[in-house]
């Protein structure tokens, strides 16, 4: 399985800007899908955004699209998830995940498909 590493979380005002990293280590990245998630207080993990192995596909759930964009850089095992316009509703733990699907188009959405996970990173956006 790849390990995963999460960066770049931290305190910010609504309305900023934050870049989450996630260094991936131990596979063929180009075949895993990559997908960001998070988790606020006391409330259930839920999707944030997800990219395939090419990075051509990519997929955010409705809250944050047009506010967050995610991307992937294979030659550095890396994937982004630049975040704008924050909102106080942001605020939780952000957490990367992988699958390998031995594919360069897959997209997954849901948390149960993934089977690695970093250790996340806290975002809180004050208002």
């Known amino acids: 399985q790849v390990h995963l590493v999460e960066s770049g979380g931290g305190l910010v005002q609504a309305g900023g800007s934050l870049r989450l990293s996630c260094a991936a280590s131990g596979g063929t990245f180009d075949y895993y899908a990559m997908g960001w998630f998070r988790r606020a207080p006391g409330k259930e993990r839920e999707f944030v955004a997800a990219?395939?192995?090419?990075?051509?596909?990519?997929y955010a759930t409705n809250s944050v699209k047009g506010r967050f964009t995610i991307s992937r850089d294979n030659a550095k095992n890396m994937v982004y998830l630049q975040m704008n316009s924050l909102k106080p509703e942001d605020t939780a733990v952000y957490y990367c995940?992988?699958?390998?699907?031995?594919?360069?188009?897959?997209?997954?959405?849901?948390?149960?498909?993934?089977?690695?996970w970093g250790q996340g990173t806290q975002v809180t956006v004050s208002s």
């Open positions: 995940a992988a699958k390998f699907v031995g594919a360069t188009y897959v997209v997954l959405t849901t948390a149960s498909a993934y089977g690695s």
């Open positions: 990219i395939s192995g090419s990075g051509i596909s990519t």
